[in-house]
């Protein structure tokens, strides 16, 4: 599992922990019974206080992403098929969020925004070679 946290980017660690967790899970790379690594283990590879790996571990459980275990690592929590849908919705919507604020602060109409989503969708993603774009000025 690839975690990496940057302790300048305005986000707590326990947070950026977190977030990179359940989109782990989202996206299947943690499939359920997966254990996570000890508090002691992660803070030791992170350069981290274990005190910030177990409140992102205690998020975790309290938003049923992981299960604890008495004596034992902490493992994904089984969930079934439209509550992996439901998380896998959330973190795209959270991470459209900044990119519909930035759509609204450029004053890009919707329709404009959508079309552009969309052609970058069918295109895995690439922006348009800059001749195109020029060609539809």
Known sequence: MLIVVDPHSGVPVYRQLMDQIKFHVA?????AGDELP???A??????????????????????????????????????????????KIDQLREHLAPTVRMVKQLGINDNE??????DMLSNAGEPPEREERENES
């Open 27 to 31: 996206t299947g790379l943690l499939q």
């Open 38 to 40: 000890s508090t002691r």
């Open 42 to 87: 992660l803070s030791a590879e992170l350069g981290i206080n274990p005190m910030t790996i177990s409140k992102a571990y205690s998020y975790l459980e309290k938003d049923q992403v992981v299960e604890r275990r008495p004596g034992r690592p902490l493992v994904v929590r089984a969930l079934d098929k439209g509550t992996i849908r439901d998380k």
């Open 113 to 118: 925004a959508i079309r552009i989503f969309i």
